[in-house]
């Protein structure tokens, strides 16, 4: 009953910037951390940026001073804003969201994303 949405991908420069965002939608009742994962071809899945609820962040470190995370709780929306962009950037990158869909039922899940591809490239 909830769905993540991502928009924003696409093929960009070296040196170039992009805005992911990702929209939750559905029965919602609290939206926890949210985050953005990415995976290249033959390789595992790994963290981007985390932000909590209440605004703490968490950076991979080869993203860290590049990428910045943020979020809209009122339009239940992460955003990531990719600058300085490098072709090992390359990658579809997958939404991720921590949500409680009422309030007798807390107990937080884990939802993803159907992923949008970023390609940085000459």
């Known amino acids: 009953q909830v769905q993540l949405v991502e928009s924003g991908g696409g093929l960009v420069q070296p040196g170039g910037s992009l805005r992911l965002s990702c929209a939750a939608s559905?029965?919602?009742?609290?939206?926890?951390?949210m985050g953005w994962y990415r995976q290249a071809p033959g390789k595992q899945r790994e963290l981007v940026a985390a932000?909590?609820?209440?605004?703490?962040?968490t950076y991979s470190g080869s993203v860290k001073g590049r990428f910045t995370i943020s979020r809209d709780n009122a339009k239940n929306t992460v955003y990531l804003q990719m600058n300085s962009l490098k072709p090992e950037d390359t990658a579809v990158y997958y939404c991720?969201?921590?949500?409680?869909?009422?309030?007798?039922?807390?107990?937080?899940?884990?939802?993803w994303g159907q992923g949008t591809q970023v390609t940085v490239s000459s």
């Open positions: 932000i909590t609820s209440s605004g703490g962040t």
């Open positions: 991720n969201a921590q949500i409680a869909s009422t309030q007798l039922n807390r107990n937080p899940y884990n939802y």
């Open positions: 559905g029965t919602i009742f609290s939206i926890y951390t």
